[in-house]
């Protein structure tokens, strides 16, 4: 008898029903790591879990071993594919910078700073100005492909900006961030040589301020002489530990190893002197190195200290201030449930001590929620198990270390408590809120949080409640975005900016720093920060273009504002 040889119909057919039985054999073996609850109810029959329902990970640790670590889906929300440009937002992004800028250079051109009511300018020293406001704005005028304004600003650079100031002494981190910073963002953008060697010349002028028995920088240094002061005994932490991305990245271009070992030494002083919970008090005394009892928050004083630790892949320091934050700053209201970072003061105790025995203030800052964004990136590049590499937008689960998804879902959190900040009659978040803490049982307010009210200065205006146009928020907002794809992020970008137009702006140029975000109409101060220029409308207008334009997974270099 002939053997029947198997026609090729019944080998696929046979072929296909093997590959099936392997594929349900797979799922239903992931559906038991993933969601074991649902063999109960069989492979297919269980219907669609609530928005409430926390499933569980199982995930393989740094340290290999597994832990069970429950997540909320909303937290994952999002896509790459709807992350095109928005071109009559941006726009009307471009038509406000045009307004602020147009105002600058009718009323103030070359000075530092800007007052648009009384239409004046102000230098920082004495013969004449440095650039700060013309330097920090060149690269948001070059990435909104202003050509005219971009020429305008490009030659006063090449023909009129000098360093050869000698009174008064500048800051050494204002003028650090600000314009060497925006000297070698203008470089890296454009290749333009002009650039650079204004940044070389002032990098030189900068760096005497290291000139320290500790090594850490001095507050102050005088341009035209150049030699740093010999009065100045204790420093920030933001101002010692926030000059690294831009004396690095000089070192890069110039060759010049002497930039590079400064700013590193600098931070070992730091990374030495460091509290147990990778976190650091405010104060440090320069000459001697070590840090003063004082109070430890992610606000004025220490907020891009913890910025430029993930954008210099400190990875331990970094992991360790993130844990610190975790375990030590990051709160919740009883009520609302609000995320908010709260602050430690050590009310005189020794560094030494716990610091959780250190009593716990409910105050945040504005410039604390630049946090936010940090703490998604963060998230996506030390917390991914694929390296430094990128993760998928929005991130998987499982792409993320246990850290990873910690620091996912708090900057998720923390950046819409931030955003709970702009309940307010303008829709602005003011420069302090306070919280309500769990233990309060005489609070008075009919929300989770309010404007504490220290009234100063000669119109007597709250400070804590003003609006200074600042970018923090909406900085941690461009990065939701990228990350995610989730359209809220654009929806509160654009709130935002409403909100600036509508209570900001003042019709005849510029916009003013709003005295009190709970008045309406809003009473505008003469001021116009270069800020709002080089980082608040540069992070909207991002925010909405296409996610080509500077993309997040490039290099993290430069300056404190800017993650290109």
Known sequence: MMKRTPSPTSQIFTLALVLMLIIVGFI???QSIWYPERLKAGLFGMPLPPRSFVPYLMIISEDFSSEVLPYDYRYFSGSSVAMGADDEKMEAIVAAFRHAWNAYVRDAMGCDEYHPISRTGENLTSSGGIGYTIVDAIDTIYLMGLRSEYEVARRWIETELSFNH???????????????????SAHYLTSDILYLNHAEDLGRRLVVAFNTLSGLPHRTVNLGKPHSPQYSYITSLAEAGSLQLEFKYLAELTRNDTFWYKAEHAMSVIRDG???????????????GTFQSSVVRLGSLADSYYEYLLKQFLQTMYNNATD????????????????????????????NSTPNSWNLGHRQEHL???????????????????GHRMVSVPPKPHELTPRGLRDWKMGIDFLEGCMSTHDTKTGLAPEVAEFRAVDDANYAYDKDWFIPRTFSGVDRSPYEARYMLRPEIVESIFIAWRLTGDPRYREWAWNIFSSIQQHARIPTGGYGTVSDVDQVPARLLDKQETFFLSETLKYLYLTF?????????????VREFQAC
């Open 28 to 30: 239903s073996y992931t």
């Open 166 to 184: 000698s009174y008064p002494e500048v800051s050494t981190f204002e003028t650090t961030i600000r314009v060497l910073g925006g000297l070698l």
């Open 274 to 288: 460091l509290l147990p919970n990778g976190l650091a008090p405010t104060r440090i005394r320069i000459q001697q």
């Open 324 to 351: 610190g934050i975790a375990e030590n700053l990051i709160q919740q209201t009883p009520e609302e449930h609000i995320t908010y970072m709260a602050e430690l003061d050590p009310q005189g105790r020794f560094l």
């Open 368 to 386: 604390a929620c630049f946090l936010a964004g940090s703490l998604m990136l963060g998230a996506v590049t030390s917390g991914s198990r694929n």
């Open 545 to 557: 273009c296409h996610s080509d334009v500077l993309p997040l997974q490039g290099k993290i270099r």
